[in-house]
T-cell receptor
């Protein structure tokens, strides 16, 4: 079956530090990959996505590159801000999935201190 | 923001009682989903719908049922709530296969 594995948190960083949150996946074929972010008390929001190998998704200073050879989709940001404190979820959607049923990782909590 | 409303936002109930959670959308999206979020498990799909009266099971469907009589409404029912169903429940919608999901703000359910 499909699965997504994320590094366990919490990840605690100082403001302006470099961020990496690791994500690896197992899936048949070539899925689409996503990062969602959940701010306190809210639902998830799409942060970025990539639909094929070597694609780079980017948004709000965050980036992730679809690496087929390592089945990874690591999230990075060069300089985090306090406002980036949230829970980040990596997810995949199989390409032939009729219901767009995403499989989510367990989430990684990021805490950024001033 | 996508027009998704979940109700209630918070509910406390007792073991063995029936509970219905409602998701209402104003986007006319075809697909609707119910997820539960638990520490260490991320989000897990309970049921989803791909049209009016068309529903299917997700990963953790035992103990839950759903109904979709109108495009805009997707109901999740716990016929007899158990403590293991204490969780945060999220409704989501999407326009088509492969498109991004829009999530509601969640319902915190506590079963005592």
């Amino acid at each position: 079956g499909n699965s997504v594995t994320q590094m366990e948190g919490p990840v605690t960083l100082s403001e302006e530090a470099f961020l990496t949150i690791n994500c690896t996946y197992t899936a048949t074929g070539y899925p689409s990959l996503f990062w969602y972010v959940q701010y306190p008390g809210e639902g998830l929001q799409l942060l970025l996505k990539a639909t094929k190998a070597d694609d780079k998704g980017s948004n709000k200073g965050f980036e992730a590159t679809y690496r087929k050879e390592t089945t990874s989709f690591h999230l990075e940001k060069g300089s985090v801000q306090v406002s980036d404190s949230a829970v980040y979820f990596c997810a995949l959607a199989p390409r032939n999935n009729a219901g767009n049923m995403l499989t989510f990782g367990g989430g990684t909590r990021l805490m950024v201190k001033p | 923001d996508a027009g998704i409303t979940q109700s209630p936002r918070h509910k406390v109930t007792e073991t063995g009682t029936p509970v219905t959670l409602r998701c209402h959308q104003t986007e006319n999206h075809r697909y609707m989903y119910w997820y539960r979020q638990d520490p260490g498990h991320g989000l897990r799909l309970i049921h989803y719908s791909y049209g009016v009266k068309d529903t299917d099971k997700g990963e953790v469907s035992d103990g839950y049922s759903v109904s979709r009589s109108k495009t805009e409404d997707f109901l999740l029912t716990l016929e007899s709530a158990t403590s293991s169903q204490t969780s945060v429940y999220f409704c989501a919608i999407s326009e088509a296969v492969g498109e991004k999901l829009f999530f509601g703000s969640g319902t915190q359910l506590s079963v005592l």
